[in-house]
């Protein structure tokens, strides 16, 4: 298990880019897959993003292919999500989280970031 805090979040206008980061406490971050999910007003949570333990992978959900970046740097226990081209649809409160190696099930979850995208 791990502790995670998110932070970067914040209000930009469409087109603009937020850097969003995830810091995790406790050991073995390396053993962890991380991801970014996303929940904006009385929508389903969803994944935005998502990055494997030895950094070899990632996945993209289609809205945001082109746009958006994940990467870790273990030696700082942190993974970034670079959100370029906001659109107002970005809208939303963003949460990591993390998912032992090998596992389906993602166990940590952060307490969330607000990135509001206004037109």
């Known amino acids: 298990q791990v502790q995670l805090l998110e932070s970067g979040g914040g209000s930009v206008q469409a087109g603009g880019s937020l850097r969003l980061s995830c810091t995790a406490s406790?050991?073995?971050?390396?053993?962890?897959?991380v991801a970014w999910f996303h929940q904006a007003s009385g929508k389903e949570r969803e994944i935005v993003a998502a990055i494997s333990y030895n950094d070899r992978s990632t996945y993209y959900a289609d809205s945001v292919k082109g746009r958006f970046t994940i990467s870790r740097d273990n030696y700082k226990n942190t993974v970034y999500l670079q959100m370029n081209s906001l659109k107002p649809e970005d809208t939303a409160l963003y949460y990591c989280a993390t998912k032992f190696r090998g596992t389906t099930e993602y166990t940590s979850w952060g307490q969330g970031t607000q990135v509001t995208v206004s037109s």
């Open positions: 406790g050991r073995g971050f390396t053993n962890f897959v």
